[in-house]
């Protein structure tokens, strides 16, 4: 939260709303885990397949072999998946994160 109260507030300092950004110099109030973006176990992995309903289990695998992120995923429809000269089929679209 403080640092997207930060980037607002710089954004007003930056366009004179603001005389400075009171965010500058607090701490925030958690550290970020470092495990949270690990790649899951095998164990981990197949467990979630098999207590996943099959809506669950689509966006699952768009992530982990199609590489897509959460925000790309839900935008995914059936006329991305299209026809390659190499691999037979692939998924084509704008990824949203990047454009």
């Given amino acids: 939260m403080i640092s997207a109260l930060s980037s607002m507030f710089g954004y007003a300092v930056e366009c004179r709303k603001m005389p400075s950004n009171p965010c500058i110099g607090m701490r925030k109030a958690h550290r970020a885990d470092p495990n949270a973006n690990r790649e899951w176990r095998a ?18 695998m768009l992530a982990r072999y199609a590489g897509l ?31």
């Fill in 43 to 60: 164990d981990e992995w197949q467990t979630t397949l098999e207590a996943a309903p099959l809506e669950i289990r689509i966006a699952l």
């Fill in 69 to 99: 992120r959460g925000q790309t995923i839900v935008e995914v429809t059936w006329k991305h998946y299209q026809p390659h000269d190499l691999t037979g089929k692939c998924f084509r679209f704008i990824a949203r994160k990047t454009r």
